[in-house]
């Protein structure tokens, strides 16, 4: 699951020399310590997975390529929540999101740009052939490409091809469905799988339509009701 975190705007004043010494000396050396983590962290992945010998005729290594990208995409997810867990100040936080988000960034194009590869030569990873795996970790790639709204329309076109024959896991039609039309075009979304927390413990979605028949809809996807979903939310949303 992807949060969307807000646009972060910075306003820049001269800086004197004493606040130039703090920013030079230690006022982030946790920020900086952390992000030489990631770095390295990411890095090494990435070094173990050249050993594996690419061949994109074998599934096998598709199927471990899209592992592979998924591990890197989870990871970076779940390190967007450093500030929290490293207890930062609000100037640290501010400071790990200016230097972290570009790398976040950086990271999903690079994956977009490597599964469109994948999906050149193989259209979808059917369950049929590469397994419910596969199908699962390559929809969470897509999900999280919102930074190629066409690429994602591309694949929901795809999906809704291939869920009714059992080629993919209907919630993962659902779901994009969803990203594609609250997150990419800002319109009413249908499975009410999109949102955001409002307050501790609370999560409400983005504007559904029809909101009556979503729990219909849901159950037709294999989707518990909204407030079961709901529910899930109670220990994220801090």
């Keep these: 699951m992807k ?15 004493d606040s130039a010494s703090k920013v030079g000396g230690k006022k982030f050396d946790q920020v900086k310590l952390d992000l030489k983590q990631y770095d390295e962290t ?3 992945k990435k070094s173990l997975f050249l050993l594996v010998p690419k061949d994109l005729n074998d599934k096998e290594w598709v199927k471990k390529k899209l592992f592979h990208m998924v591990e890197i995409d989870q990871y970076t ?13 609000e100037e640290e936080k501010e400071y790990f999101h200016k230097k972290f988000m570009p790398r976040f960034s950086s990271l999903d194009k690079e994956n977009t740009t490597e599964l469109k590869k994948l999906l ?12 419910e795996q596969a199908d ?12 190629d709204l066409d690429f994602q329309k591309e694949v929901l076109t795809t999906l809704a091809k291939l869920y009714p024959i059992g080629e993919t896991n209907r919630t993962n039609y659902a779901y994009l469905y969803d990203r ?22 609370i999560w409400k979605p983005h504007k559904i339509e029809e909101p009556e ?26």
Aim: proline share 5%; aromatic share 14%; charged share 25%.
């Design 136 to 147: 699962r970790g390559a929809w969470l790639l897509v999900q999280h490409a919102d930074l």
């Design 180 to 201: 594609v039309k609250a997150i990419g075009e800002g319109r009413p979304q249908r499975y009410g799988t999109q949102g955001q927390c409002v307050g501790k413990g």
């Design 213 to 238: 028949n979503v729990d219909e809809r849901r159950k037709s996807m294999g989707m518990p009701s909204m407030e079961e979903y709901k529910s899930g939310f109670k220990n994220i949303c801090n």
């Design 77 to 89: 997810r779940k390190f967007l929540n450093t500030p929290n867990r490293n207890k930062y100040s």
């Design 42 to 44: 990411i890095e090494d």
């Design 120 to 131: 050149n030569r193989y259209g979808w990873f059917k369950i049929s052939e590469f397994g």
């Design 3 to 17: 949060f969307l975190l807000p646009l972060l705007m910075f306003f820049y004043a001269p800086i004197n020399a």
